[in-house]
């Protein structure tokens, strides 16, 4: 399904199942501000101004609507790009493009994994937090991502996803690329297919950590705590 409006065309973003309100106090002249439901000013997600809803075009504001449905929460990403819609659509194209297919060797998991390893290599707290969460949900994992971000030469990798992370901290230290890297990969499974999803993936969010970093994009606050704990069963008095 897509949605098809004005300048451009945004495709369901799938992937982003964990990802509450997205509320906002209207500002004085002159001055933007963020809110939560009560009214009271909370710290902006970033250096650049949120749109209000209202001037916004309509494909973005439904997609954005979908995402906060199906999560419970508009993840601040979203809310960032939409300073600038033509980039918005690009963005999430590109990015439905490497994260929902459903081709390759890659699991969800595999896929988190590289961003959380690329994003720490890069110093991107907004990804490393982000994604983290999507890896422990994918994975079922509630340590794996915590243990790249400090110190992946210690982390519980399967000599697989070593491979891979090896991989993708080649790209996204900039290293040339030889024959010798991409048998590396051969011994662990990967064919060349699996090489250019692994160096696209590490590539398109070395970029989005630059990007973070410029906005000066903040986490949201509830991918802190995603997929750390089994949920509770809740218990039924007799």
């Not at 110093?123 to 243990?147: E, F, G, M, T, W």
């Not at 901290?169 to 060349?192: P, Q, V, Y």
């Not at 990007?211 to 509830?222: K, S, T």
Request: with cysteine; glycine share 6%.
């Amino acid at each position: 399904m897509s949605w098809a409006r004005g300048t451009g065309t945004v495709r369901r973003l799938s992937s982003f199942i964990v990802l509450s309100r997205w509320t906002r106090v209207r500002p004085a002249a002159g001055k933007l501000e963020y809110g939560t439901k009560s009214g009271e000013p909370e710290r902006p997600i970033g250096r650049y101004p949120v749109p209000y809803k209202k001037d916004l075009p309509y494909d973005i504001v439904e997609l954005m609507e979908e995402v906060e449905t199906k999560g419970g929460f508009l993840p601040n990403i979203f809310k960032a790009l939409s300073y600038r819609p033509v980039e918005f659509r690009a963005f999430f194209a590109y990015y439905n493009a490497l994260m929902n297919k459903e081709t390759g060797n890659l699991s969800k998991a595999d896929r988190e994994l590289i961003i959380v390893a690329t994003s720490a290599n890069n110093h991107c707290p907004y990804c490393v937090i982000a994604h983290s969460a999507l890896h422990r949900i994918y994975s079922k994992n509630p340590i794996l991502a915590d243990q790249v971000v400090v110190n992946r030469q210690l982390a519980d990798l399967d000599d697989r996803q070593r491979a891979m992370l090896d991989f993708a901290l080649t790209i996204s230290s900039a290293e040339n690329i030889s024959e010798d890297h991409l048998k590396k990969l051969e011994m662990h499974g990967f064919d060349r297919e699996d090489a250019w999803d692994i160096g696209t993936i590490t590539a398109f969010f070395s970029m989005s950590n630059r990007l973070a970093h410029l906005i000066d994009l903040r986490p949201n606050e509830e991918f802190y705590t995603l997929g750390r704990m089994p949920k509770e069963k809740e218990k039924r008095e007799d």
